[in-house]
């Protein structure tokens, strides 16, 4: 018989707690994503290409020297910006650690839909808790989202380079949507299994954090 975790069963936080954390969540989100897609939507250029160009002996149409599949057939698939990815990188894991570390003693800092569903899952946060938490992040992100279409609005094609805020999308036409599902999955489980062997374990934790 599968054990149900003692804190699904036991008292939930108060009306207030609940409120407080899952403000935290909110306003962590929103900036999250802002500042965090904000920077995929301003860096992220395809249009440049480490090759010489060339004109292809089909269309006579410019495509990169660089640009070729495991034949050596030139494809014309612009590649990204080494140094647009790396700053990308950056402003997303300083960001997160910083509004992690920030909101931490108030919503438990999880700022990740799959993070909170973990926490449920293991008995550290209590369902309605999570429930609350799941909606204040799905609505912060929609917020830090319309922040962001508001800041770059006044000249999309000049500010957005992604051409859709910065959301995720396939970088060639080589990569399917089985192995970016599959990337997607296996990086989300690294996050949250880093947070639950770290964060939440208590062999690792150094300081107690009651609302995690």
């Known amino acids: 018989m599968i054990a149900v975790p ?6 939930r936080q108060s009306a207030k707690t ?3 954390g899952a403000f935290a969540e909110f306003l962590a989100m929103t900036l999250f994503v802002f500042f965090g897609c904000g920077a995929a939507a301003r ?3 395809q249009s440049r290409c480490p090759g010489k160009q060339v ?3 089909q269309d006579n149409a410019p495509r990169c020297c660089a640009c070729r599949d495991g034949d050596g057939v030139n494809t014309g698939e612009m590649l990204w910006e080494p140094a647009s990815v790396l700053i990308i ?6 960001g997160i650690t910083v509004l992690a570390w920030g909101t931490v003693h108030y919503g438990g800092g999880h700022i990740n839909c799959a993070v909170t569903f973990a926490m449920v899952l293991v008995g550290k946060c209590h369902p309605v808790t999570g429930v609350f938490y799941f909606m204040a992040q799905l609505c912060g992100s929609i917020l830090g989202a319309a922040f962001l279409q508001a800041a770059v609005s006044a000249n999309n094609d000049a500010l957005d380079y992604s051409g859709a805020l910065g959301a995720n999308g396939l970088q060639t036409s080589f990569v399917t949507n089985s192995a970016a ?3 997607e999955t296996l990086g989300t489980f690294l996050l949250v299994i880093t947070v639950l062997t770290t964060a939440v374990d208590e062999d690792n934790v ?3 954090v009651k609302n995690f």
């Open 6 to 11: 003692a804190m699904w069963t036991g008292p």
């Open 18 to 20: 609940i409120a407080r």
């Open 43 to 45: 860096n992220v250029l």
């Open 55 to 57: 004109q292809h002996w």
């Open 89 to 94: 990188a950056l402003q997303f894991g300083l």
């Open 181 to 183: 599902f599959l990337v």
């Open 206 to 208: 150094t300081s107690t």
